[in-house]
């Protein structure tokens, strides 16, 4: 039994804030995060929420796919910034959608959090126990970054993606993941006030801290090597990929992986100029966009990875 994609949806929020833009209230500039990141312009939450935006992923995703909220019977929810500790971003999607036989559950593993999610769906229907999931990864980062901190506020967006995946006879022909926790402190956030009065407040700092350059050497020498981990498992080359649809944390990073597997560019598709990095939604806000667009034919082969804070990885070769 394997895990199909048959269905896929997106939501963005609405306002564009351009490198220009951030320009205007921090010692930036266009240049200097475009010709690093690859960024152009992200989308920041004013009304919207995490689960407001997943909600909406969600309905196309399940339009797209013409079933009904009663067949779902798992949400998943790759977040590390959902509205509530609890309920969780699943259990909210669930309410709204009325989606009343599912179970549903949030994972956080940050940047790969669509891909763990994926592969717990994927698991389930080994398993036997369900048969249809919407996977999601959605997040408003916007509101753990240190706005005062250049180097890292600048990279990161907000927005939802979504699949419906169901257990089919193709579809997901290989896996690998893996977390380095040793490394965890590269890339953090603690998380919210303690307010326990018996305990001194923590000094670490509250938003998302990153040391860049230990992170940007983490993606370019595990993701090439995950990758080619799942190529062998399923018995693929690297030429025979359509297309590897990566995180979208940075361009230079991708450039990276595509000349370690001696892949073209051009077959790493990019939304990270008009989105920024959105952690565990990069990788379903990507696929939706080219499924959108028609790109995706059925037996095509694809590649998609995760990357990021834990430190975490996840990757999978997967028939369309
Ligand atoms: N605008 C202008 N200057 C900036 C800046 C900004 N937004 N952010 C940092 N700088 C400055 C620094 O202060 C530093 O100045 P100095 O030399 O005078 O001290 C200079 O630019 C270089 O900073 P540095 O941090 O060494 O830059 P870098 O070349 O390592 O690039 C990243 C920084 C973040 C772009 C890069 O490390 C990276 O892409 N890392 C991976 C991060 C990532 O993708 N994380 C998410 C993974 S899920």
């Known amino acids: ?3 199909r994609i048959i269905g896929t949806g997106s939501c963005l929020p609405e306002t564009i804030v351009t490198n220009d833009d951030l320009s205007k209230i921090m010692d930036t500039s266009d ?12 989308r920041l939450v004013k009304e919207e929420t995490t689960a407001g935006m997943s909600v909406q992923a969600a309905r196309m995703a399940m339009e797209n796919a013409g079933i009904s909220p009663q067949e ?14 609890t309920p969780s971003t699943a259990c909210e999607i669930q309410a709204a959608i009325g989606a009343k036989n599912a179970v549903a559950f949030d994972i956080n593993a940050a940047c ?11 698991a389930y229907f080994k398993a036997g126990i369900y048969k249809t999931a919407l996977v999601l990864g959605a997040e408003t980062l916007s509101k753990i970054m240190d706005w005062n901190d250049r180097s890292t506020c600048v990279l990161f967006g907000d927005g939802a993606g979504a699949v419906v995946a169901r257990a089919d006879e193709t ?14 402190k590269v890339l953090a956030c603690r998380d919210r006030r303690n ?30 090597a995950s ?22 944390a940075n361009i230079r990073i991708i450039q990276s992986v595509a000349k370690r597997l001696k892949v073209a560019e051009d077959r790493f598709p990019i939304s990270l100029d008009h989105c920024g990095n959105i952690s565990a939604a990069s990788v379903p806000i990507l696929l939706d966009e080219m499924n959108r667009k028609g790109l995706l034919k059925q037996g095509m082969k694809i ?18």
């Open 303 to 320: 590649v998609l990875s995760g990357f990021g804070g834990g430190l975490t990885w996840g990757s999978a070769v997967l028939e369309w």
């Open 195 to 224: 307010n326990n009065p018996l305990v001194q407040e923590s000094k670490e700092p509250e938003y998302v801290h990153m040391d860049g350059q230990e992170v940007y050497k983490f993606a370019v020498t595990t993701v090439p």
């Open 112 to 122: 790969s959090g669509f891909m763990f999610a994926l592969h717990t769906a994927d």
């Open 227 to 248: 990758i080619r981990k799942v190529l062998d498992e399923a018995g693929l080359k690297a030429e025979e990929i359509d297309y590897f649809i990566l995180h979208q």
């Open 171 to 184: 579809g997901l022909l290989a896996y690998e993941q893996g977390s380095d926790g040793m490394k965890g």
């Open 72 to 85: 779902i019977d798992l949400i998943i929810v790759g977040t590390i910034t959902g509205d509530y500790l």
């Open 31 to 42: 240049e200097w995060i475009s010709s690093r990141t690859g960024i152009k312009e992200r």
């Open 1 to 3: 039994m394997k895990t």
